[in-house]
């Protein structure tokens, strides 16, 4: 999915956030995640949406969602129809004018816009395995490609006193198999205009996804302690060709980058916490003729916190941090970064409330910081900056309405679907808050109406 995560991209390797592809996923499946409150996974539980989802459906998760997704999405009786369709689109307007269109089949402005098509295969596989795997057409590209994919597998048993769920998970995006809603693959806002300006710079941790494999090995210790560990590769041309990609979107990772992952969660009768940390090093290659590597460091902290009672009310809070060290040699040597050490930063905190889960209201806040570099941070119309800084900051606000996805919705579990309404404003963008790009334009100039339906059968 790419519905928040267009804020991540990083400029020094070109990581195309990349979507979808059946090839792939067939092969995958034939040798053998969270999802979006799928209905395949509703049919198979026997449960309504909102009992795995905080807000009827969507990504975030609650405790029994986290639960499901931790043993394998193997759990419940029924037998599922295992396909799912998810359409995501909208009328997106900016405070002023882009220079250019977005894309060839769009205006300057006030764009209506399919942003994606999607068609999942989610479900159990075994007693123990269980698949999430996304096939996605970018309305905005006209391309179909693979999204997201985890395939996984979980087993329960006891130490001592402690009862222990430990598994693996083979997937294409660093955190996309994580349980919480506060690290990059699944982190608000859940959806996001496809056609609207966004910060240049971004963690390389959030940049990765479709472009690479891994597999990591997990366990939740007495359902407190989360631990997991594993590693990612970059797909070679030839791989991303057969899942819809091209060579443009390679990472060129060197070697295995390493991925790491710890929490510590509390639940209660009424509420939940968790406090975590989270990390990738990476060796990249921007250019694979030369000796020469960049190196990345990003580590991560978050923590949520989550009322999920009974009740009426429901309360959704998550936080993030990341810092990234960088050594860019390659990319000096190379003439794309003027320094060969940085660092950056996001910071990102969200609200949700929401009223019998059909009506929510959100708002977040988010800062993007780093040193300067005046070559990765070029000027230019609309993406550059002018300073040669990365910095961006800013809000969101949003409305939703969401009228089925509870147990006694009509359609259920099969028909779900979101009206919402979302502003996201900048204080700060790509460096600066007035004529940031050095042709004349200024962060609020980005500040984004997107009035959009999400619906999933």
């Known amino acids: 999915m790419r519905s928040a995560q267009r804020m991540r991209r990083c400029l020094a390797i070109n990581a195309t956030v990349g979507a979808r592809c059946v090839a792939l996923a067939v092969a995958l499946l034939g040798a053998s995640v969270t999802a979006r409150a799928l209905p395949t996974f509703a049919s198979q539980t026997g449960l309504p949406c909102a009992q795995c989802h905080t807000v009827a459906y969507g990504p975030a998760l609650t405790p029994y969602g986290r639960q499901f997704k931790l043993n394998g999405y193997v759990w419940g ?44 295969f989610a479900g159990r596989l075994s007693n123990h395995a269980g698949a999430f795997v996304q096939v996605t057409y970018s309305g905005p590209d006209r391309h179909t490609s693979w999204d997201n994919v985890d395939l996984r597998y979980a087993r329960s048993t006891t130490i001592g ?63 407190h302690y989360y631990v997991e560990a594993g590693g990612y590769r970059s797909l070679p041309n030839r791989w991303l060709g057969n899942v819809g990609l091209n060579q443009d979107s390679n990472s060129h990772l060197r070697g295995v980058a390493p991925y790491w992952r710890a929490a510590v969660q509390f639940d209660g009768a009424r509420d939940h916490i968790s406090v975590g940390t989270f990390g990738l090093s990476a060796n990249v290659s921007p250019d694979p003729t030369l000796a020469a590597t960049d190196r990345y460091t990003d580590v991560g902290f978050d923590a949520t916190y989550q009322i999920t009672p009974t009740s009426d009310h429901q309360f959704a809070s998550n936080a993030s941090y990341i810092h990234e060290h960088r050594s ?29 889960r059909t009506y929510a209201v959100s708002a977040g806040l988010f800062d993007i910081g780093g040193n300067a570099d005046t070559t990765l941070y070029a000027p230019a119309a609309l993406s550059g900056s002018a300073s040669g800084r990365p910095d961006s900051r800013g ?41 940031y790009d050095g042709a004349g334009r200024d962060a609020h100039d980005n500040n984004t109406l997107f009035a959009y339906v999400w619906i999933i059968i």
């Open 77 to 120: 009786d029924g037998t599922p129809m295992p396909l799912a369709v998810m359409l995501q689109g909208g009328y997106t307007r900016t405070a002023a004018d882009q220079p250019e269109p977005p894309a060839e089949h769009y205006s300057v402005n006030d764009n209506l816009s399919l942003d994606q098509a999607s068609v999942f």
């Open 161 to 223: 006193n402690s009862p222990v769920v430990f598994g693996v998970s083979v997937n294409n995006n660093p955190t996309v198999q994580d349980l919480w809603n506060s690290t990059p693959a699944w982190g608000f806002p859940y959806i996001s205009s496809a056609i609207a300006p966004t910060p240049a710079a971004g963690t390389l941790i959030g940049a990765l996804g479709q472009t690479v494999l891994g597999a990591t090995a997990y366990a939740m210790v007495d359902d």
């Open 328 to 356: 860019l040699a390659a990319s000096a040597v190379g003439g794309a970064a003027s320094t060969q050490s940085g660092s950056l930063h996001t910071t990102a905190l969200d609200f949700t409330y929401s009223y019998r």
């Open 395 to 435: 809000y969101i606000f949003g409305a939703e309405y969401i009228p089925f996805g509870k147990l006694e919705s009509y359609g259920k579990p099969w028909l779900n679907v979101r009206i919402g309404l979302q502003y996201v404003g900048y204080t700060k963008f790509n460096g600066d808050s007035r004529d």
